[in-house]
Structure formats: structure tokens, C-alpha cells
């Protein structure tokens, strides 16, 4: 069956390091794909999606790409902050339901 | 955005008794609402969805005598664990959703703690 696969975490870094969140997934057709955050205290709100191959999704400094060919969506910033601390999860839809990776926390040290 | 809001967000039970988590689209029309669970340290499981004025469509392995999902109005959906156990202690997150497979709005969950 379909599935997303992410880099476990903790993952934590300094302010202003570079962040990448690793996410492959598995699946049949061509799905959409999404990163959901979850801050402390908070429910999920979506970060940023991408519907077909080559789109790249963008929000709040965050990008991530969708390649078909190594069926990847991985997560990017150039400069995190300490607010960026939060769950990140990878998803796909495969027939109108979200399949979920893990979710990988990540922790912004100043 | 939209804002989806459940009630409540921390709820301690005896084992055997009945609880009743809520949730609630406030500025929107939810034609469909998704209920999950998600354990520590784990990804969200889905357990169910619902369209507004039908039956649940249960997950495989969601006992639905058990986790009983209602979603009367096109604002309000609820989810009732029946005689619950320890073992139902969990967090439980509901999503909505305006269309078929329109942008996902979350509720900032409910944890039960069952003793």
C-alpha cells in the first residue's frame, strides 16, 4: 500500500542553520503531496503542498519539491529560527485520504 | 483560516465510563470531518470520517460500537469513547474539510487519560 517514510527525529539545530526534513514515499499514480506543522500547544495547519511532478510548494521560507523520480519531497529552509521549533509531517493523498509519515520534531537552539 | 476548535483538550475518565469529544467548525460549513489518533511519539492514525447527516466510515480495526462518531450538524461533529479503558488514553485530533478533498483544517485535539 501507499506510504511515507520521514527522517526520525529529534533533529536540532542552531538559528540560522540550513534545515533539511527528509520525506520518500510510496505510492501508486501520482498523488499530492504535503508538509503539515504542528506547533507546541497547537493543532496541525497545513505548510505547504505540491500537486504534481517538479511543482515546488513554499510557505514561510520553507520550500520542498516533489520529484517523481526519487519519489521524494524532502524540506528545506535556508535560516531557521527558534519559532520554527515545531512536528513537522510529510503526507500524500491517495484516493481522497491523508497517509501520514511519523513526524520528525524538530528543536531550534538559539 | 478556517478554524476548527475541539472540546475538550484534556479529559480524565474512570475505566468503564463514557466520554464526549467535540468538534466544532466556527467559521465555516464542514460537509466532512475526519477523526484520528495519534500515539506518543507516533503519526496521526486515521479512525474515521464522517459526512455531515450519514454514518462514520470506520478505518480497519476502529471498533465503531466502540468510538462512536455522530455528525448531526454541518459545525459539529462528535466522538464518544464508550466504556473506555487505559489502553483508549490517547490524542485524539479531528480535521474538517468544506469539499471532498478541499484543504484539511485541524482542531488543536482532546488527550484522554483514562485511569
Known amino acids: 500500500g501507499d506510504s511515507v517514510t520521514q527522517m526520525e527525529g529529534p533533529v536540532t539545530l542552531s538559528e540560522e542553520a540550513f534545515l533539511t526534513i527528509n520525506c520518500t514515499y510510496t505510492?501508486?499514480?501520482?498523488?499530492?503531496l504535503f508538509w503539515y506543522v504542528q506547533y507546541p500547544g497547537e493543532g496541525l495547519q497545513l505548510l505547504l503542498k505540491?500537486?504534481?511532478a517538479d511543482d515546488k510548494g513554499s510557505n514561510k521560507g520553507f520550500e520542498a519539491t516533489y520529484r517523481k523520480e526519487t519519489t521524494s519531497f524532502h524540506l528545506e529552509k535556508g535560516s531557521v529560527q527558534v519559532s520554527d521549533s515545531a512536528v513537522y509531517f510529510c503526507?500524500?493523498?491517495?484516493?481522497?485520504?491523508?497517509?501520514w509519515g511519523a513526524g520528525t520534531k524538530l528543536i531550534i537552539k538559539p | 483560516g478556517a478554524v476548527v476548535s475541539q472540546h475538550p483538550s484534556w479529559v480524565i475518565c474512570k475505566s468503564g465510563t463514557s466520554v464526549k469529544i467535540e468538534c466544532r467548525s466556527l467559521?465555516?460549513?464542514?460537509?466532512?470531518m475526519f477523526w484520528y489518533r495519534q500515539f506518543p511519539k507516533q503519526s496521526l492514525m486515521l479512525m474515521a470520517t464522517?459526512?455531515?447527516?450519514?454514518?462514520?466510515?470506520?478505518e480497519q480495526g476502529v471498533e465503531k460500537d466502540k468510538f462512536l462518531i455522530n455528525h448531526a450538524s454541518l459545525t459539529l461533529s462528535t466522538l464518544t469513547v464508550t466504556s473506555a479503558h487505559p489502553e483508549d488514553s490517547s490524542f485524539y485530533i479531528c480535521?474538517?474539510?468544506?469539499?471532498?478533498?478541499?484543504?484539511?483544517?485541524f482542531g488543536e485535539g482532546s488527550r484522554l487519560t483514562v485511569l
Open positions: 480535521s474538517a474539510t468544506t469539499a471532498p478533498f478541499g484543504e484539511l483544517f
Open positions: 467559521d465555516f460549513q464542514a460537509t466532512t
Open positions: 464522517s459526512n455531515e447527516g450519514s454514518k462514520a466510515t470506520y
Open positions: 505510492a501508486t499514480g501520482y498523488p499530492s
Open positions: 505540491a500537486t504534481k
Open positions: 503526507a500524500l493523498e491517495s484516493n481522497y485520504q491523508l497517509i
